[in-house]
């Protein structure tokens, strides 16, 4: 049956450009007739224009069923989830059945019926006439309507089954979705029109291919024939100045219209180029995908994609790992992106069985993988934003990618090829790879790297531009180590950059679980939350990932030196003119100047001039500079920031010379007022004095706190009832902890359930020394910490801890630092440190240091998956509000800090965001270190230098009222 057979389809006409066309045209979107079986063993009467359907459910066009209450979506990133035995498919085979009743507007004639994208093989009838079948779920293709078409009333009738021989040319890492999920349209149009559109970065050359005359007004071309090559005076397309002429071209019976930019693509001396120049690409790996609306989505959503991206320093997509939605590739010409366009082809299933029997290699699939890169090349090949074709992903090695190499190389020889699952690159143009650790992109920026064992295959990749098309994963709290990464871009000429996995996370909308990932709809195979590693939310809220994607990918650099910022340009066509540069002065976070800077276009020195002659408190002085859009631009308004950077100030001498007053946070001239004293007994009355530590019954009273006499630990702050601070090791395992296997080492060694042993309980020398050892159970490993209270000035409280390792500690531990709780009335945190958001040791680059403010809830990040979130680094002072009453956490010098409504084991139980109850506590860290996020979840874990490994140290924190 056609279901099992190796072609890619039949009574398909040949693939076409996607072209706007002055020719008639109906939209069939809209709502269809549906119904669904469980099997392909289904009669096909429902073709017949007369058959009855009024029992049929109703199914918008474009759309997925399963989203629709028909079924279930599933997900699996790499394995099949049915038997790999190929071209066949399992028996239960959920088919869908269409129809959709239509009328002939007059006076039509002939046409075709254009399907953009069905998942995964569809069978059309119009009028009860079989048009022919087609597969190949990303791509279209269009039947010849003409013959039989009637005036007035005509029926289509389409029949797709989730399952086919082709699905095993679609095992992509993403929802498993059938249905009609891209437009439907019949269209009098048949033109294909190929132009070719090149700039050398001195003149443009202009010319195409198909029947008609091309006319080109703006610059002078009219009624070019086909095959003459004109010169014209046209200013080159590039992502960053995304110039586009508007062209027609006038066929027999039809005009269409193009948008043509002027650009080339090159390599030489193993740098990838475009018009002469030097091509590093800031990319992202996207998906199509909306939580409601899965694959199919709107033209308004992807322009707010291309908005976000270009809003966040992104410059270039790959469009993983099928061709977008025409509109899409439309936007990117319009907008600005550099496109790696991805053929509909990925076999990954097969490599779990040894790769026995892969397509990519069995002559059989010649003729269907040859005719999905057709389809992709026609179909996208005027779009000057596609600068790459690849032959599709993770689809192993074979004879078949020669075929769709040369047929490529000769349909287009302007664009290079890429295809990453050979590495010996035998028929790709660039060296790419997934998810090299930077050693290893360092070595291939020098070209070093480790040879192939063929020569000649050798000499040639080493001649090519090396790309990430995968890299940093960004999947949870991550990605860490882009700056590093984007360093090693900069720094070696061979290195073009790299892609980013990837735009956004797949969760779908779900009543219970808020966003469901792979197993919440029961199915048996399944790859859990890996389908969730965006850097937006479902709901397109950027997350902590594309902020600091965003500052990696700046345009711009800043270096700072002795009264001087020197400006560097690192745009690769557009300069500086388009943007304005400021500087800010901040005294403890508090603005005290603000003015612009004169930066040279071409960038270079600027000198800073009376910066210590301004006023300030005396505190923690920062410059910060920042560069935004002049003006408004097609993707962000005027005033937009593109990039920006901090450096210390000495301190502020002020008007009169003198210093300008304490510094906020800083000891001496505080009170304690009876509101917020702690409610025990005082010294000299029922309590008994112990050298400045008093004691009234079980309490031991120090400066404005109480402590628990028989364990030391704290029970009450400035009027708080709180519980804590002790030790804490643990935290609720990030995505890339849990895939990369520290989750597994930390579990084993029992940091998740240590205990906290009390030695001693000290009192003298005017302070209250705790004397604990904390350990798992299970082993000999464990932690001396001493807690040292001293009062302060002001019924203050100083903390100094120390902390001696015991044993030999066998891997890094999630983090060090102390846990406390604190009464739910605390509703307001206010910082001086870097925010606003999260950071951790190999992430929040995108954080500044400021004075900043957040409710208890805003400083979480909802991670579809719940995981440690929302630390805030480098944090000098933090004041805690709520209920009245407020107090203040001093580091010396700094500390992390967390704070949330529900605990850490909480957060670890806790598989979807609204498991997260809030309870009637703040759960508030203090933390020395953090252990580095990485991309161990797809890719290298943390940097050395940001693992953390336990050794003898000392955290020194204080506590005031406010």
Same mark, same amino acid.
């Given at each position: 049956?056609?279901?099992?057979?190796?072609?890619?389809?039949?009574?398909?006409?040949?693939? +076409?450009?996607?072209? &706007?066309?002055?020719?008639?045209?109906?939209?069939?979107?809209?709502?269809?007739?549906?119904?669904?079986?469980?099997?392909?063993?289904?009669?096909?009467?429902?073709?017949?224009?007369?058959?009855?359907?009024?029992?049929?459910?109703?199914?918008?066009?474009?759309?997925?069923?399963?989203?629709?209450?028909?079924?279930?979506?599933?997900?699996?990133?790499?394995?099949?989830?049915?038997?790999?035995?190929?071209?066949?498919?399992?028996?239960?085979?959920?088919?869908?059945?269409?129809?959709?009743?239509?009328?002939?507007?007059?006076?039509?004639?002939?046409? +075709?019926?254009?399907?953009?994208?069905?998942?995964?093989?569809?069978? =059309?009838?119009?009028?009860?006439? *079989?048009?022919?079948?087609?597969?190949?779920?990303? %791509?279209?293709?269009?039947?010849?309507?003409?013959?039989?078409?009637?005036?007035?009333?005509?029926?289509?009738?389409?029949?797709?089954?989730?399952?086919?021989?082709?699905?095993?040319?679609?095992?992509?890492?993403?929802? $498993?979705?059938?249905?009609?999920?891209?437009?439907?349209?019949?269209?009098?149009?048949?033109?294909?029109?190929?132009?070719?559109?090149?700039?050398?970065?001195?003149?443009?050359? %202009?010319?195409?291919?198909?029947?008609?005359?091309?006319?080109?007004?703006?610059?002078?071309?009219?009624? %070019?024939?086909?095959?003459?090559?004109?010169?014209?005076?046209?200013?080159? $397309?590039?992502?960053?100045?995304?110039?586009?002429?508007?062209?027609?071209?006038? %066929?027999?019976?039809?005009?269409?219209?193009?948008?043509?930019?002027?650009? @080339?693509?090159?390599?030489?001396?193993?740098?990838?180029?475009?018009?002469?120049?030097?091509?590093?690409?800031?990319?992202?790996? +996207?998906?199509?995908?909306?939580?409601?609306?899965?694959?199919?989505? @709107?033209?308004?959503?992807?322009?707010?994609?291309?908005?976000?991206?270009? &809003?966040?320093?992104?410059?270039?997509?790959?469009?993983?790992?099928?061709?977008?939605?025409?509109?899409?590739?439309?936007?990117?010409?319009?907008?600005?992106?550099?496109?790696?366009?991805?053929?509909?082809?990925?076999?990954?299933?097969?490599?779990?069985?040894?790769?026995?029997?892969?397509?990519?290699?069995?002559?059989? $699939?010649?003729?269907?993988?040859?005719?999905?890169?057709?389809?992709?090349?026609?179909?996208?090949?005027?779009?000057?934003?596609?600068?790459?074709?690849?032959?599709?992903?993770?689809?192993?090695?074979?004879?078949?990618? !020669?075929?769709?190499?040369?047929?490529?190389?000769? +349909?287009?020889?302007?664009?290079?090829?890429?295809?990453?699952?050979?590495?010996?690159?035998?028929?790709?143009?660039?060296?790419?790879?997934?998810? !090299?650790?930077?050693?290893?992109?360092?070595?291939?920026?020098?070209?070093?790297?480790? #040879?192939?064992?063929? #020569?000649?295959?050798?000499?040639?990749?080493?001649?090519?531009?090396?790309?990430?098309?995968?890299?940093?994963?960004?999947?949870?709290?991550?990605?860490?180590?882009?700056?590093?990464?984007?360093?090693?871009?900069?720094?070696?000429?061979?290195?073009?950059?790299?892609?980013?996995?990837?735009?956004?996370?797949?969760?779908?909308?779900?009543?219970?679980?808020?966003?469901?990932?792979?197993?919440?709809?029961?199915?048996?195979?399944?790859?859990?939350?890996?389908?969730?590693?965006?850097?937006?939310?479902?709901?397109?809220?950027?997350?902590?990932?594309?902020?600091?994607?965003?500052?990696?990918?700046?345009?711009?650099?800043?270096?700072?030196?002795?009264?001087?910022?020197?400006?560097?340009?690192?745009?690769?066509f557009a300069g500086l003119a388009h943007l304005t540069f400021t500087a800010v002065v901040e005294d403890e976070g508090l603005t005290v100047a603000e003015f612009p800077l004169r930066v040279p276009a071409e960038g270079g020195e600027v000198k800073l001039t009376g910066l210590a002659e301004l006023p300030g408190g005396g505190g923690e002085r920062w410059l910060t500079v920042r560069a935004v859009l002049a003006d408004d631009q097609p993707w962000a308004p005027a005033g937009h920031e593109i990039a920006w950077a901090?450096?210390?100030?000495?301190?502020?001498?002020?008007?009169?010379?003198?210093?300008?007053? !304490?510094?906020?946070?800083?000891?001496?001239?505080?009170?304690?007022?009876?509101?917020?004293?702690?409610?025990?007994?005082?010294?000299?009355?029922?309590?008994?004095?112990?050298?400045?530590?008093?004691?009234?019954?079980?309490?031991?009273?120090?400066?404005?706190?109480?402590?628990?006499?028989?364990t030391g630990r704290l029970v009450r702050l400035f009027g708080h009832d709180v519980e804590g601070p002790r030790l804490d090791l643990w935290r609720a395992p990030t995505d890339n902890d849990r895939y990369g296997g520290l989750e597994a080492d930390w579990r084993r060694l029992g940091l998740h359930r240590l205990t906290h042993r009390i030695d001693a309980v000290e009192t003298g020398g005017g302070g209250l020394t705790v004397r604990t050892r904390v350990a798992p159970a299970a082993t000999d490993l464990g932690l001396?910490?001493?807690?040292?209270?001293?009062?302060?000035?002001?019924?203050?409280?100083?903390?100094?801890?120390?902390?001696?390792?015991?044993?030999?500690?066998?891997?890094?531990?999630?983090?060090?630092?102390?846990?406390?709780?604190?009464?739910?009335?605390?509703?307001?945190?206010?910082?001086?440190?870097?925010?606003?958001? *999260?950071?951790?040791?190999?992430?929040?680059?995108?954080?500044?240091?400021?004075?900043?403010?957040?409710?208890?809830?805003?400083?979480?990040? #909802?991670?579809?998956?719940?995981?440690?979130?929302?630390? &805030?680094?480098?944090? &000098?002072?933090?004041?805690?509000?709520?209920?009245?009453?407020?107090?203040?956490?001093?580091?010396?010098?700094?500390?992390?800090?967390?704070?949330?409504?529900?605990?850490?084991?909480?957060?670890?139980? !806790?598989?979807?965001?609204?498991?997260?109850?809030?309870?009637?506590?703040?759960?508030?860290?203090?933390?020395?270190?953090?252990?580095?996020?990485?991309?161990?979840?797809?890719?290298?874990?943390?940097?050395?230098?940001?693992?953390?490994? =336990?050794?003898?140290?000392?955290? @020194?924190?204080?506590?005031?009222?406010?």
């Amino acid at each position: 049956m056609d279901l099992e057979t190796f072609a890619p389809g039949s009574g398909g006409l040949a693939p +076409r450009a996607a072209l &706007r066309s002055d020719a008639p045209s109906l939209d069939l979107n809209g709502t269809w007739r549906f119904r669904l079986s469980p099997t392909a063993a289904v009669p096909d009467d429902f073709a017949q224009p007369d058959h009855d359907d009024s029992g049929w459910a109703e199914l918008p066009v474009p759309s997925h069923w399963p989203l629709h209450g028909h079924g279930s979506p599933a997900y699996t990133n790499v394995v099949y989830p049915f038997p790999v035995d190929p071209p066949h498919v399992p028996t239960e085979n959920p088919t869908g059945d269409y129809r959709r009743v239509f009328d002939l507007p007059d006076g039509w004639s002939g046409g +075709r019926l254009r399907f953009d994208g069905v998942e995964s093989f569809a069978r =059309v009838w119009l009028n009860g006439h *079989e048009l022919g079948w087609s597969t190949g779920s990303r %791509l279209p293709v269009e039947f010849d309507a003409g013959p039989f078409l009637r005036p007035g009333r005509n029926v289509l009738a389409v029949r797709v089954h989730q399952w086919s021989a082709a699905s095993y040319l679609e095992d992509q890492d993403m929802w $498993w979705l059938p249905g009609i999920f891209r437009d439907v349209t019949l269209t009098r149009s048949a033109a294909d029109v190929f132009v070719h559109a090149g700039h050398d970065g001195r003149r443009a050359t %202009l010319s195409f291919d198909g029947p008609g005359l091309l006319d080109l007004p703006e610059l002078g071309v009219a009624g %070019l024939e086909p095959g003459v090559e004109v010169t014209v005076a046209a200013e080159p $397309w590039t992502a960053e100045t995304p110039r586009l002429y508007q062209a027609v071209v006038t %066929l027999p019976g039809e005009t269409v219209r193009l948008a043509v930019g002027f650009r @080339t693509v090159s390599i030489a001396g193993g740098v990838l180029l475009v018009n002469g120049r030097p091509l590093l690409l800031k990319g992202v790996n +996207r998906h199509e995908f909306h939580p409601e609306r899965g694959r199919a989505v @709107t033209y308004e959503t992807m322009r707010e994609d291309v908005l976000l991206m270009k &809003r966040h320093n992104v410059n270039a997509v790959r469009t993983s790992h099928y061709p977008p939605h025409p509109a899409f590739l439309d936007l990117c010409d319009e907008l600005g992106l550099w496109v790696i366009d991805e053929c509909d082809f990925e076999t990954h299933g097969f490599g779990q069985v040894g790769w026995r029997g892969n397509p990519t290699d069995d002559p059989r $699939w010649a003729d269907a993988l040859l005719d999905r890169m057709r389809r992709t090349v026609e179909r996208d090949k005027n779009h000057p934003s596609v600068i790459m074709w690849s032959l599709g992903n993770e689809a192993g090695v074979g004879r078949n990618l !020669a075929v769709m190499a040369g047929w490529t190389r000769d +349909r287009d020889p302007s664009r290079p090829i890429h295809y990453e699952g050979d590495w010996s690159c035998e028929h790709a143009d660039v060296y790419s790879r997934m998810y !090299a650790s930077h050693a290893e992109v360092e070595a291939i920026g020098r070209g070093v790297e480790d #040879p192939l064992d063929d #020569p000649a295959l050798d000499a040639r990749r080493r001649a090519m531009p090396f790309l990430q098309c995968e890299y940093a994963h960004a999947m949870g709290n991550g990605p860490g180590g882009l700056a590093e990464y984007q360093e090693l871009f900069e720094r070696y000429p061979r290195l073009a950059g790299g892609f980013v996995w990837e735009w956004i996370d797949h969760g779908l909308a779900h009543p219970r679980h808020g966003y469901a990932y792979g197993g919440d709809y029961g199915e048996p195979v399944h790859d859990s939350n890996f389908v969730v590693d965006g850097l937006v939310f479902p709901d397109r809220t950027p997350s902590p990932g594309l902020l600091d994607l965003k500052k990696a990918f700046e345009p711009v650099g800043f270096a700072f030196g002795d009264g001087v910022v020197t400006v560097t340009d690192k745009h690769g066509f557009a300069g500086l003119a388009h943007l304005t540069f400021t500087a800010v002065v901040e005294d403890e976070g508090l603005t005290v100047a603000e003015f612009p800077l004169r930066v040279p276009a071409e960038g270079g020195e600027v000198k800073l001039t009376g910066l210590a002659e301004l006023p300030g408190g005396g505190g923690e002085r920062w410059l910060t500079v920042r560069a935004v859009l002049a003006d408004d631009q097609p993707w962000a308004p005027a005033g937009h920031e593109i990039a920006w950077a901090q450096t210390p100030l000495p301190p502020a001498t002020g008007l009169d010379g003198e210093g300008g007053g !304490a510094a906020p946070g800083a000891e001496g001239g505080t009170t304690v007022s009876p509101e917020i004293g702690p409610d025990v007994g005082a010294a000299g009355s029922t309590a008994e004095a112990w050298a400045g530590v008093s004691r009234a019954g079980d309490l031991v009273v120090l400066g404005g706190a109480a402590f628990d006499l028989a364990t030391g630990r704290l029970v009450r702050l400035f009027g708080h009832d709180v519980e804590g601070p002790r030790l804490d090791l643990w935290r609720a395992p990030t995505d890339n902890d849990r895939y990369g296997g520290l989750e597994a080492d930390w579990r084993r060694l029992g940091l998740h359930r240590l205990t906290h042993r009390i030695d001693a309980v000290e009192t003298g020398g005017g302070g209250l020394t705790v004397r604990t050892r904390v350990a798992p159970a299970a082993t000999d490993l464990g932690l001396r910490a001493v807690y040292r209270w001293t009062a302060t000035d002001g019924g203050g409280l100083r903390l100094a801890v120390e902390i001696e390792p015991e044993g030999d500690w066998p891997a890094p531990v999630p983090r060090v630092g102390l846990a406390m709780a604190l009464p739910g009335g605390v509703e307001r945190v206010t910082w001086f440190g870097r925010g606003p958001g *999260e950071a951790y040791p190999d992430t929040g680059t995108a954080t500044r240091v400021g004075r900043w403010s957040a409710t208890v809830d805003d400083l979480q990040t #909802p991670y579809v998956y719940p995981q440690e979130n929302g630390h &805030r680094a480098d944090v &000098r002072w933090a004041e805690f509000t709520g209920a009245g009453r407020a107090f203040r956490v001093v580091g010396e010098p700094v500390f992390g800090l967390t704070a949330r409504r529900w605990s850490t084991a909480e957060l670890d139980a !806790a598989t979807h965001r609204p498991d997260l109850v809030p309870g009637d506590r703040v759960h508030l860290h203090l933390d020395l270190a953090h252990q580095g996020i990485g991309t161990a979840a797809c890719g290298p874990g943390a940097l050395p230098a940001y693992e953390l490994r =336990v050794r003898p140290t000392t955290f @020194t924190l204080r506590f005031t009222p406010s």
